[in-house]
């Protein structure tokens, strides 16, 4: 079975691979590039739910099989701000320590037990001619924002976003550590057990 990644980023589709060879032995793992996609997605949803289903919706009606996720944090003090918008929340796509700034800056006034915060992960799957109905699954890690860096590892708002049940921030686990509790890792069990009921129905 062949199967679209909505993305050219080689470490997510080796890690799809990783999790769906157990579903089906023989299943092949595509980026955007090898089905002839150029240019990107456009990501004008509101929702990380939208987001996702109108990347997997692009390949389905490409007619292959579309898997995409979408991911992001939601700060409470904020109104679930960065959100959809985590990766150009300073303006530029992925510089992730001007990002940082601006949320530690718009939540400075914000005191500790107020900063509490949710990294969520949305993977979406549409299947061609609506084969199926689309697969959407939520994962979710609950967290508080530190008022400074914490930790050298990971990418994105990891050094900020401590997790009370390890006391340790995403930027100080194991990648083993953060894989046991995360957002995606959430959303990802929850979609390998849908997507096994579908195909295997
Ligand atoms: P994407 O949907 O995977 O491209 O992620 C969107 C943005 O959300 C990233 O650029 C990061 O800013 C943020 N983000 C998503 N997941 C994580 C994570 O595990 N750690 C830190 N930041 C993340």
Do not use: W
Not at 69 to 90: E, Q
Not at 119 to 132: K, L
Not at 151 to 175: I, R
């Amino acid at each position: 079975m062949k199967i679209v990644l909505a993305s050219r980023n080689a470490h997510k589709i080796k890690e799809l691979h990783a999790f769906l060879r157990p579903v089906d032995p023989d299943i092949e793992i595509l980026s955007l590039d090898d089905i002839g996609f150029v240019g990107d997605i456009e990501e004008n949803g509101t929702t990380f739910e939208e987001n996702a289903l109108i990347k997997a919706q692009t390949v389905a009606d490409m007619g292959y099989i579309g898997i995409a996720d979408d991911s992001g944090l939601s700060v409470d003090a904020l109104d679930g701000a960065p959100g959809v918008y985590s990766a150009r929340y300073a303006g530029e796509h992925g510089d992730d320590h001007k990002n940082n700034m601006l949320l530690l800056e718009n939540i400075a006034d914000v005191p500790d037990e107020k900063r509490t915060a949710e990294f969520v992960s949305v993977i979406a799957c549409s299947f061609p001619g609506g084969e199926h109905a689309p697969i959407v699954c939520r994962g979710a890690c609950p967290g508080t924002i530190l008022h400074a860096y914490r930790g050298n590892g990971g990418f994105g708002y990891d050094p900020l976003f401590y997790y009370a049940p390890y006391d340790k921030t995403y930027a100080e686990m194991t990648p083993e550590e953060k894989n046991s509790i995360s957002h995606r890792a959430n959303a990802m069990k929850k979609f390998i057990e849908a997507f096994r009921d579908v195909i295997h129905a």
